[in-house]
């Protein structure tokens, strides 16, 4: 990374290691000057970015100015190998940006709400990576309590898919793929179970492609941590976007919703989000999925008016199994899963010992 040469920017010496002792104090020294400019009211308002830069950027102290209102200045850096963080400071705010590969954090202070979104959007349009809708969808992918990276994924259409669920599956996610922003919902929990293979993951796809024009969709990698966490949960909660709704995405999650034992308040702080104080106002929803099975489902989550789409995700039908994988000569005695009935005909994927009889399941 290249680093301003004006005088006036004050450069620390790099420390071997990222979570260092060392660049935790540099980074802490820089966000308390933003802090103190904010509690002496000096600049009273506040607020945070975090966007993802394009991967062929290459981010200087001169690309972040010039990304800012005109006349900043660069009063402190510092560098690592993978960091560089900045102190900016301007007639009306005052920043600290913390450039880590692609991502950047830039947390202010401004003398005004109008300030704050100004120089907000002003920050985004300049150096926000937004990849053409029809090419990826944009996931944010969280995990310690922050933004670790966004992930661009090729959209999936519904409509491509749609067959790969029983009818009474398709049905259901046919409405959810359907909604709007304005859509009325009677809650903000969405329920997903069923055993593995039964197509989850791909009708996660299709459904974040479907919102992606109104919906930012964020990825929890820790979702038993997150919720055991108000810090964490406090994040999440506070995190801009670009889209006026945020979906919270909480895969495999079955700690959270199939017992009450042992979650240290993780289930109340859901339940919190859905319909609680912390969540009313806001345009949060949470999607969690599962392989438990029904029985195992604690009916505080699925309760509705909490929970606006519980959808079981079933395994074939007898018939439907049989039309699936028609000449295959496979004699069907039993219903299968989707992931079965696609490996039918590609046991020749899996390299296995002789000895072992191949498997037709697969985690979809």
Not at 158 to 163: F, R, S, V
Not at 315 to 325: D, G, M, P, Y
């Amino acid at each position: 990374m290249k680093i301003s040469s004006e005088p006036e920017a004050m450069t620390a010496h790099a420390v071997p290691l990222i979570r260092s002792r060392t660049f935790s104090y540099l980074e802490g020294a820089l966000e308390l000057e933003v802090m103190v400019s904010n509690h002496d009211a000096s600049l009273p308002h506040s607020g945070r970015v975090w966007l993802t830069h394009a991967p062929d950027l290459d981010i200087t102290v001169e690309v972040l100015l010039d990304a800012l209102p005109t006349g900043a200045n660069v009063t402190r850096t510092f560098f690592t190998e993978n960091n560089l963080v900045v102190l900016v400071r301007g007639d009306t705010f005052v920043a600290k940006i913390d450039c880590h590969l692609s991502t950047l954090d830039m947390e202010f202070a401004a003398t005004s709400p109008e300030e704050i979104k100004t120089i907000a959007k002003a920050f985004e349009d300049a150096l926000e990576y937004a990849p053409p809708s029809h090419e990826a969808v944009t996931v944010r992918v969280w995990g310690g309590g922050e933004i670790l990276y966004r992930d661009h994924k090729d959209p999936v259409d519904w409509n491509e898919i749609a067959e790969n669920y029983t009818e009474g599956t398709r049905m259901a996610l046919g409405q959810l793929m359907a909604q709007e922003a304005e859509t009325p919902r009677s809650g903000k929990i969405i329920l997903w179970h069923g055993e593995p293979g039964t197509g989850k993951s791909w009708a996660l796809r299709s459904l974040v492609s479907a919102w992606r024009d109104w919906c930012q969709a964020n990825l929890i990698l820790d979702p038993e941590a997150a919720f055991a966490d108000p810090k964490y949960v406090a994040q999440l909660l506070k995190a801009q976007g670009a889209t006026t709704h945020r979906l919270l995405i909480c895969e495999d999650a079955d700690s959270l919703v199939s017992s009450r034992e042992g979650r240290e308040g993780r289930l109340e702080r859901i339940l919190n989000m859905a319909d609680g104080l912390v969540g009313q106002g806001s345009n949060v929803m949470i999607l969690i999925t599962t392989n438990a099975g029904p029985d195992r489902l604690d009916p505080a989550v699925s309760r509705p008016g909490r929970c606006f789409a519980n959808i079981a995700f079933n395994r074939f039908t007898l018939e439907e199994t049989k039309a699936r994988v028609k000449g295959s000569g496979l004699r069907v005695k039993a219903a299968m899963t989707l992931a079965e009935t696609y490996n039918v005909n590609r046991r020749d994927q899996q390299i296995q010992d002789k000895k072992v009889e191949a498997s037709v399941g697969q985690y979809l």
